[in-house]
């Protein structure tokens, strides 16, 4: 995310923070309500089964990172 807000221009990142935090938000819910279409839904997202394992690995280090 830091990446990406580095190529947005200053006076839109709190929107994009506000759109991500949405986004992130819906995940977790659909996520803890209905796991078994969470997973449907990122397979639609990332179709490669590589690049969902490092989606999971990017996972894992951001609650790392987050919970301690």
Known sequence: ???VLEEVPEE???HVLETADYWISMG???GLE???QARLLLELIEAEEI???ALAEDAASF???ALP
Do not use: C, G, S, W
Request: aromatic fraction near 0%; avoid cysteine.
């Open 12 to 14: 839109v990142r709190p």
């Open 63 to 65: 609650v790392e990172e």
């Open 51 to 53: 690049e969902r394992a």
């Open 28 to 30: 977790l819910t659909i």
């Open 34 to 36: 209905r796991p078994h």
């Open 1 to 3: 995310m830091a990446e």
